[in-house]
C-alpha cells in the first residue's frame, strides 16, 4: 500500500537503526487463517529498495540485525543471496535472521544459511491436526510434512532453531503438542507463543476464551517440565526467557523497537514502517527508503504509544512483562486485555518457580 503525503527530504538517522526487517516478497505459498500479512502489496522486492534499506545500517556503530521476512522469504532466494554477498563485499557485520515456513529449504539453501550463520524462525502450529488448519497451502492441503522435513533438514546440518506458535482458538488446547514436537525435531532451542494481530485475516479470527489460554498455557507447561526431566534437555520459552531478562536487568518497553526509534520495517515497495506489526497500515506509514523518516508522522506514531506506556508503567506487574504491544490493541482498546492475561499467567508461573528454589 503505498504511503500517501510522505515527506521525502528528511532522511533518517541511520545509527539508530538496530533491527531492520526486510519483505523480500509479499507473496506466500501458504494461505495462514490468521495471516497479519494478508494485506500487503503481492511483488518482490526489487533490488534497487533492498540495496537502499540496507545502506541505511552501514552507519550504527554496533552490530544490527537484518530478519529477511515477507510474505515467504525463501520465494525471494536470489533476492536475499544478493542482500547477504553485498553485505560481505562491504564488509559490514550483522546478525542475519530468516522468519520461514520452511517447506522450500533444501540443501542448497541449507549450505548457504550454514555458511553465513544465519538463524531460522520458523512458524509452526504443532502437528498437522492444528497446523493443517491454520497454515494450508494456497489450495488448502497440508503443509506439516513439508514444515517439518525442512526442520530436519536443518537438523541434519546441525543447525538449532526457534519456532513461533500462534495461539488462537485452533491451537489454544493443543500448546503441548507444540512441546512434544519440539523435544522430537531435536534442533529446536526455543519456542515463543504469539497470540493473532487484529490485522489482515487476523481480523476476521475468533477471540479466545481467557480460561481456556490459561488451561492451555498450564497444559503446555506441565508438559515442558516433563520432557526436560526425562530428557535432560531445557527448551527456551521465549515469554519466560523474556521475564528472566527483565528481572536481570533488561528494561520495560526495551523490546519495542517502535517506541525507541531504532527499528525499521521495510515493505516491498519500499515503504518504511517503525515496526512489522504496523505494517501495511497507511496511517503508520514513516515515509520510503529512497527519501527518508517522515518526521511528524514519526511524532505521530509516538503519540499512539503514549497511552499504552502510560498504562503499562503504572501496573505492579511491569518489572515482569516489561510492557504490552501496542500492535495487538483492538478497535475502542488502549491495551490488549487477552495479552495482559497471556504474560500474567508466564509471569505467575515464573514467581512460583523461583519460590521453590529459595
Not at 270 to 298: I, N, P, Q, T
Request: charged share 20%; with cysteine.
Amino acid at each position: 500500500m503505498a504511503c500517501i503525503n510522505c515527506n521525502m527530504n528528511n532522511k533518517i538517522h541511520s545509527q539508530s537503526v538496530q533491527l531492520l526487517i526486510l519483505a523480500l516478497t509479499g507473496q506466500c505459498n501458504l494461505n495462514c487463517s490468521y495471516c497479519y500479512a494478508s494485506n500487503q502489496i503481492q511483488q518482490s522486492m526489487p533490488w534497487s529498495i533492498a540495496e537502499q534499506a540496507l545502506q541505511y545500517i552501514t552507519e550504527y556503530s554496533g552490530t544490527p540485525t537484518i530478519q529477511f521476512t515477507g510474505g515467504e522469504p525463501l520465494l525471494a532466494w536470489d533476492l536475499l543471496v544478493k542482500c547477504v554477498e553485498w553485505l560481505e563485499y562491504h564488509k559490514f557485520k550483522a546478525k542475519l535472521q530468516i522468519q520461514t515456513n520452511a517447506t522450500l529449504l533444501d540443501e542448497q539453501k541449507i549450505d548457504f544459511i550454514k555458511k553465513y550463520q544465519i538463524g531460522i524462525g520458523v512458524s509452526l502450529d504443532g502437528f498437522a491436526d492444528s497446523n493443517a488448519i491454520n497454515r494450508p497451502y494456497k489450495d488448502f492441503s497440508d503443509s506439516t510434512t513439508d514444515t517439518i522435513k525442512g526442520i530436519q533438514l536443518l537438523s541434519s546440518a546441525g543447525i538449532e532453531i526457534g519456532i513461533t506458535t500462534v495461539v488462537n482458538t485452533i491451537t489454544v488446547e493443543r500448546l503441548d503438542k507444540v512441546i512434544d514436537l519440539a523435544f522430537y525435531l531435536g534442533n529446536v532451542r526455543q519456542v515463543g507463543f504469539n497470540l493473532v494481530r487484529p490485522q489482515g485475516r487476523g481480523k476476521e479470527e475468533l477471540l479466545i476464551n481467557e480460561e481456556l489460554l490459561e488451561a492451555g498455557i498450564h497444559k503446555m507447561l506441565s508438559r515442558l517440565e516433563y520432557w526436560q526431566n526425562i530428557t535432560n534437555r531445557s527448551l527456551i520459552i521465549s515469554q519466560l526467557d523474556k521475564i528472566s531478562k527483565l528481572q536481570k536487568g533488561y528494561t520495560p518497553f526495551s523490546h519495542c523497537y517502535a517506541l525507541h526509534k531504532s527499528g525499521m520495517y521495510v515493505s516491498p515497495d519500499g515503504m518504511m514502517y517503525a515496526c512489522a506489526s504496523l505494517a501495511g497500515r497507511e496511517e503508520y506509514c514513516l515515509g520510503h527508503v529512497s527519501g527518508g523518516v517522515d518526521r511528524k508522522r514519526e511524532t505521530i506514531l509516538l503519540t499512539h504509544l503514549e497511552p499504552v506506556v502510560d498504562i503499562c508503567t503504572n501496573c505492579n506487574f511491569i518489572n515482569y512483562c516489561g510492557g504490552a504491544c501496542y500492535s495487538r490493541v483492538q478497535l475502542g482498546q488502549t491495551i490488549n486485555p487477552l495479552e495482559c492475561t497471556m504474560k500474567k499467567i508466564f509471569i505467575k508461573y515464573y514467581q512460583n518457580k523461583q519460590m521453590m528454589r529459595v
